[in-house]
């Protein structure tokens, strides 16, 4: 059974996210080991599986159901109808066909597995924890599950343990690209630039053609203030992805740093016209802005980057140093109080509230 099926990224910019769902695969049974029922029920899931493979996913439900319909009691159909459902976005159905899977078979590793992600995906990160540690004392070869408990034990911020899981992973496979590089992501998250920049120069040894691995590399590079070699990769990044938006946007962050910021300004305005929403962006932009002492301008971008991000802490409080140089001292003021406010909320909100 197959469990190298194609990644479900989720990198929202600097996110970490990387997760792999697996498929099964199953010929027909012969007429003297199985019934013509559950022959027919093995045609329907495999012509479920090539549906699903073409992205026609609710074709592939329907086959999937009539496969379940001739042969309840085989796990894989349920699994793989909740991979369907995931693609479409409908995950509380996802987890419900994973749970009927692993009612049928509960040392499923695969379905154990993705469960794990759908649950991650929910923001319930406990039982995403709970139903990864299961795939592993299920099948401790698994190294997709390892890579996938690394990622959620990250996304509660519990980056040794997380670390330790990417590395279970990479014992099964050292050149292995997503443990790899979810490895580095959660170094880079923890403040271990250096040891981080070790995980994506091995990845780039492996494969050189990564912009977002070039990309992540520049922002390590820039927090250790090698500013040259910083835009050196970034300048890859962009050489292999000439709209990447997230590189130019930062770009122009080190552009800032060196305070050049008619240049930064540049960058900040490729990376917008590459993606109009990017809130950061703008508001990268109204800072250079506002160093250049264009005060009008800079609130306009800065206008633009709440607009598009109404809780933007670091844009409202750039909007009240804003309004300040233009004399609008109570303006500024009920920003601040704003800014105060959300604050106060985010401290008192739980640990990992949302996805």
């Known amino acids: 059974m197959n469990k190298n099926r194609l990644l479900l990224i989720l990198l929202p910019l600097t996110v970490l996210a990387t997760s792999c769902v697996t498929t099964g695969d199953r010929t027909a049974p012969s007429k003297d080991k199985a019934s013509k029922i559950k022959a027919r029920a093995a045609i329907y899931y495999n012509e479920g599986l090539t549906a699903l493979r073409s992205n026609d996913y609710r074709g592939a439900i329907k086959l999937f159901e009539k496969s379940v319909q001739l042969n309840s009691e085989d796990p894989w159909p349920y699994n793989d109808t909740g991979v369907a459902y995931g693609k479409l976005g409908m995950l509380e159905k996802e987890v419900a066909c994973y749970d009927k899977a692993i009612e049928l078979d509960p040392i499923f590793a695969q379905a154990l597995n993705n469960r794990g992600i ?17 795939a592993i004392k299920a099948d401790l070869l ?4 390892h890579v996938n408990l690394g990622i959620v034990l990250a996304s509660q911020n519990e980056y040794e343990l997380a670390v330790l899981s990417l590395d279970n992973a990479l014992r099964l496979n050292p050149s292995s690209e997503r443990a790899l590089f979810n490895k580095g992501l959660v170094l880079e998250k923890w403040g271990k630039y250096e040891d981080a920049l ?21 922002i390590c590079l820039a927090q250790l203030d090698r500013l040259q070699e910083a835009v050196s990769a970034l300048e890859q ?5 000439p ?4 590189a130019f946007y930062h770009q122009g962050l080190i552009q800032q740093k060196l305070e050049r910021h008619e240049e930064a300004l540049k960058s900040f305005d490729e990376a917008i016209s590459f ?6 962006a703008h508001h990268g932009k109204a800072r250079s802005l506002a160093k250049l002492e264009q005060w009008e301008a800079a609130l306009e971008a800065c206008d633009e980057a709440i607009r598009l ?13 804003i309004l300040q140089a233009l004399g609008s001292e109570d303006e500024s003021q009920a920003v601040l109080d704003q800014v105060n406010k959300l604050e106060s909320e985010e401290a008192e909100a739980p640990p990992n509230a949302a996805p």
Do not use: W
């Open 118 to 134: 759908a649950l991650h995906m929910l923001g319930r990160y406990g039982e995403a924890r709970q139903s990864l540690e299961s």
């Open 243 to 246: 709209d990447y938006a997230e």
């Open 142 to 145: 698994y190294e997709s599950a």
């Open 309 to 321: 991000k109404p809780q933007f802490i670091e844009a409202l409080n750039t909007r009240a140093t």
């Open 198 to 218: 070790k995980c994506y120069d091995d990845l780039l040894r492996l494969h050189r053609s990564y912009p977002e691995v070039h990309l992540h590399k520049a």
């Open 275 to 280: 993606l109009s929403s990017y809130a950061e």
């Open 237 to 241: 990044a962009v050489r292999q992805k």
